[in-house]
């Protein structure tokens, strides 16, 4: 029987690159490689997203609706959802209801949420997740130019000669980009990258300087760079006079607290001599690109952050231009189609903001809405605040995992657990966000969900359904509107497809749109449901004007304010705070290579576990002396707002009295490493946004007196993993079993509490134990002469060769290899490489490397022909370039050793 191959081109539902992807389907099963056709990536893709089809089993899926912890049927949960939020609006109003969405929702989505909370219930209180990545760039842009866009595209990169990393770790975060930027620069000699981050970053590898300055102190840095530019001429007031206002006094305020190169870099703790550089390189080079990320927005002035660098590029004129220009990175795959249809608490729909009544009068004409709002609702911070209070009592929060992800996750997760109606939609079990939930609704994952997503550079995309949905699974914008008809909304919500919903948010983006609002794709609105399957990316404004779109704005000079005028903001750099005796070390987090959110995606991916496998902590050698610490200890933060366990890394890449922590881990991969635990509910005032980049903690030893390795056939239940809710548990999925590193403070009394402790069945399982003052205890079950679990446990972790165990549970057991399981090793004449994972995309080690290098492979192109290192994402380069210089010194101190 010949297979049946059918390729569907979608996007990938990670990062806000936005990727195309073409997904084959033979005989219904999936492979994933990059679209060629798509202007994000050409066909080139991340590690997470060549590792999608991975990602497509129905183990560990949502697949019926649950209510009140019992299944049921779709009527069932339709009617407790509209009866609960029924009763809530009747007994304390339309504002005790709340929405809390995502940017891993499709567009259609997002709009008849937004529609029926805003429209129809009467509630303001709908804000996302988008809030905690995107809000202060959303502000900062509003304020500069009049509305939420991005001025340019990413064929700026090509036509580019300077690139600014500001907060923005692309070489991990979006390789495909920093694949782009590292192709310039390997074509043009000329060409400069700098980054502008307090530790150094797998960007640096690739940078020709590295500004390792003060954390929070890059609105200093820019407002330095304006007086600069002032100073040295480099001002295009030709461009300032005729397109903006402002400039006096945004240049007086830079002046005021940063007129000298020697002040900005005393501010910024960088030698002055690289700011200088910095500096001239910026002055010199037209084709100057400031791309910005997290760093930047995750701030309590972020949005001062994102005007401070938008004023140099206003100043200069280098804006509306091929390869120049500010670029703001977004996190998520739909984090602007969210803004489009008004998923802030602050937006109303199609960027209409609460402050034009007249432009309010128009959503409520065009959804002919019963019960417009007319205020603002609660940002995200507020809004979980509320909850707490009880001034929200129902709740339905859409595939985001706010007990993870929000700052003080531990408040969030009580606020949450008092609330009487929490309605999640979802399509993984069990999260800790879902765990809390009086109904649980099963959605769409990607691969099932059909609709579109909107990129960092303003790219329309279709995301097609490819995969049979399992279970009882259903689209969100179906849930939602079968909830609103439920409700009584008859009119308004009889959608068939997403073509429809997407045909009427087309329609309202260009409804008495004179050309005074940015966003408009009503060019779009009279698509046929067979021309909506077949839309291709486009950027907007998509109009009967620009039928094409428009890559770039403001190309005219005319902005989107009152005045048509770009508006140059005076920002000042806000006070430092000082360490606090309980708290002394600043502490930073930020995101992985391999690991996507809150990993319930990404963490079921065994290849995507190995880089990283365990939550860490990286501190300065100094720190690591002065604490005690060794590389590979357990120790743990805290602060008044929680605590966390993880283990040491020591580098000098991280600036002294500073520590970085991921932000990855939840409950289901680790018991006590939730990020955002440790991080305060500090806001931006102007965009509402948290600062989820700087926090204040203690140090200290874990000093475990037990620790194992546990390895499972199956995973341990919620009920195993809760035994270890206050001591030390991280879960590593490998490809035949499930993997665990356990400690304990405590030693068990004996073998048989062990096993009482992990609740293992020890049936037919043979074991060792060495004298009782080592505390080792080594035992495996075995059943069919399959192997079940192995624990070994001692008090430190034992040296193990963890590829050949993993692979011991796929295979009949032999008596020579039962002889060696306890011991860990595979025995003598039987060799795995278990060193540190660099090439996720083909499996590559360090080992292999290191001996290619030491065989003569001299650069990255070499080791990539020879290992395939390198080739795919190019996100393994800066350890490639690492090793390779590794390699280098070694051999240099061989020959003058």
Known sequence: MSNILTTTLTTCPYCGVGCGISASTPDQIVTVQGDSTHPANYGRLCVKGSALAQTLSVEGRLLQPQVNGNDCDWPTAISAVAEGLAQTIAQHGPGAVAMYLSGQLLTEDYYVANKLMKGFIGSPHVDTNSRLCMASTVAGHKRAFGADVVPGCYDDIEQARLFVLVGANMAWNHPVLFGRIRAVMQANPEAKLVVIDPRRSASCEAAQLHLKLRPGSDVLLFTGLLSFLAEQGKLDYRFINLHTDGFAGALASAQLQAATVQQVAAGCDVPAEDVLLFYRWFADQPLSLTLFSQGVNQAVDGTDKVNAIINCHLATGRIGKPGCGPFSLTGQPNAMGGREVGGLANQLAAHIDYSDKAQQALVGEFWKAPNLVTQPGFKAVELFDAI?????????????????????????????????????????????????????????????????????????????????????????????????????????????????????????????????????????????????????????????????????????????????????????????????????????????????????????????????????VTLHPSDAALYGIAAGELVKLTNSNGAMVVRAQISDKQRPKELFIPMHWSAQFASQARADVLYAADTDPISGQPALKLSQVALSRFAPKWQAFLFTKTPLTPCQLQRFSQHYLARVPLTGC????????????????????????????????????????????????????????????????????????????????????????????????????????????????????????????????????????????????????????????????
């Open 738 to 897: 499930q993997s665990y590193r356990l400690a304990l403070s405590t030693v068990p009394d004996d073998d048989k509490h062990m096993l009482q402790l992990l609740q293992l069945t020890p049936t037919l399982y043979c074991r060792e134990q060495s004298n009782s003052a080592e505390v080792t205890y080594r035992a495996a079950a075995i059943a069919d002469n399959q192997l079940q679990w192995l624990l070994l446990a001692g008090q430190a972790l034992p040296d193990i060769d963890m590829i050949w165990l993993n692979q011991q549970f796929s295979v009949p057991l032999s008596s020579q290899t039962r002889q060696h399981l306890l011991s860990g090793q595979a025995g003598q004449g039987v060799a795995s490489d278990n060193s540190a994972l660099i090439c996720s995309c083909f499996n590559v080690r360090s080992k292999a490397i290191c001996e290619a290098i030491q065989n003569g492979a001299g650069s990255a192109a070499q080791l990539g022909k020879q290992l395939q290192c390198g080739t795919n994402c190019g996100s393994c380069l800066p350890e490639l370039t690492a090793l390779l210089a590794q390699q280098l010194n070694k051999t240099l101190s061989d020959v003058t050793g």
């Open 388 to 616: 707490e209070r009880g001034e929200i009592k129902a709740v339905w929060i859409m595939a985001t995992n706010p007990v993870v992800s929000m700052p003080q996750a531990d408040k969030v997760k009580a606020a949450l657990a008092k609330c009487p109606l929490v309605i999640v939609s979802d399509i993984y079990q069990p999260t800790d966000t879902l765990d809390l939930a009086t109904i649980k609704l099963p959605a769409l994952g990607w691969s099932e969900k059909d609709g579109t997503v909107t990129n960092s550079e303003r790219r329309i995309s279709r995301q097609r359904a490819l995969c049979v949905p399992p279970g009882q699974t259903k689209a969100d914008w179906q849930i939602i509107c079968d909830v609103a008809k439920a409700l009584g909304f008859n009119q308004g919500f009889n959608f068939d497809n997403a073509a429809q919903i997407f045909a009427e948010h087309a329609a309202l983006s260009g409804f008495g749109n004179t050309g005074d609002r940015a966003f408009d794709i009503s060019g779009l609105q009279h698509l046929t449901t067979e021309q909506y399957q077949q839309l291709v990316p486009i950027q907007w404004p998509v109009t009967s004007t620009q039928p094409e779109g428009m890559a770039r704005l403001f190309t005219n000079g005319k902005f989107y304010t009152a005045n048509g005028r770009a508006q140059f903001i005076a920002v000042r750099q806000s006070e430092f705070k000082q360490a606090m005796p309980d708290a002394p070390l600043r502490l930073n987090s930020g995101r992985l290579r391999d690991q996507w959110h809150t990993m319930t995606r990404t963490g079921g991916v065994a290849s995507l576990m190995q880089h990283t496998p365990e939550p860490f």
